[in-house]
């Protein structure tokens, strides 16, 4: 499987956008990028996926570069309550389909008030 | 119902018990999860199950063992469990495999 590489914790202030960085040089052409979060105490929740193209949804923004070998993840807005593990990964579509989901090491992200 | 129920929400248990844990969801998905996340480490695949077949072992020691009764059910049956197996463990499920997960939110276990 290919491998990402974030940064172990970040530090943002409420109410400033936050750019969550991930590196994966190694992607494939079928791989899809996930971002995950886990807050403390809960189970991850799905936060958006793409291919090639910046993608946005209610909770964030996903930039990818051309290359496709790094991606952003962007918080417009942090607030307290999104202080938590954001983790990249990688998923393969292509003819393996063996729906795993396999997590990184993650970024701890912190929001200061 | 977009939620993923897991039962019991803690559990010790002795290294010589037989437990169980369960995980429900209602949402028509077909392919459910567990996971194993130890403390300050990320969550480590055990089991993908789709349309109730085993659809992925990832080399997990036979003392657990898992069990897909029915699409809305998934069973994690713990024997003779060791102390390093104490641990959170998290079902998931999706619509279909390679789609996203709905996590749960965990059964704390401690094996004394």
């Known amino acids: 499987d290919a491998k990402t590489t974030q940064p172990n914790s970040m530090e943002s202030n409420e109410e400033e956008p936050v750019h969550l960085p991930c590196n994966h040089s190694?992607?494939?052409?079928?791989?899809?990028i996930h971002w995950y979060r886990q807050l403390p105490s809960q189970g991850p929740e799905y936060v958006i996926h793409?291919?090639?193209s910046n993608v946005n949804n209610r909770m964030a923004s996903l930039a990818i570069a051309e290359d496709r070998k790094s991606s952003t993840l962007i918080l417009h807005r942090a607030t307290l309550r999104d202080a938590a593990v954001y983790y990249c990964i990688l998923r393969d579509r292509g003819s393996s389909n063996t729906g795993k989901l396999i997590f990184g090491q993650g970024t701890t992200l912190q929001v200061k008030p | 119902d977009t939620e993923v129920t897991q039962t019991p929400k803690h559990l010790v248990m002795g290294m010589t018990n037989k437990k169980s844990l369960k995980c429900e969801q209602h949402m028509g998905h077909r392919a459910m999860y567990w996971y194993k996340q130890k403390a300050k480490k990320p969550p480590e695949l055990m089991f993908v199950y789709s349309y109730e077949k085993l659809s992925i072992n990832e080399s997990v020691p036979s003392r657990f063992s898992p069990e897909c009764p029915n699409s809305s059910l998934l069973n994690l049956h713990l024997h003779a469990l060791q102390p390093e197996d104490s641990a959170l463990y998290l079902c998931?499920?999706?619509?279909?495999?390679?789609?996203?997960?709905?996590f749960g939110s965990g059964t704390q276990l401690s094996v004394l």
């Open positions: 190694t992607i494939s052409g079928t791989d899809y």
């Open positions: 793409g291919l090639t």
């Open positions: 998931a499920s999706s619509q279909a495999l390679l789609e996203k997960l709905f």
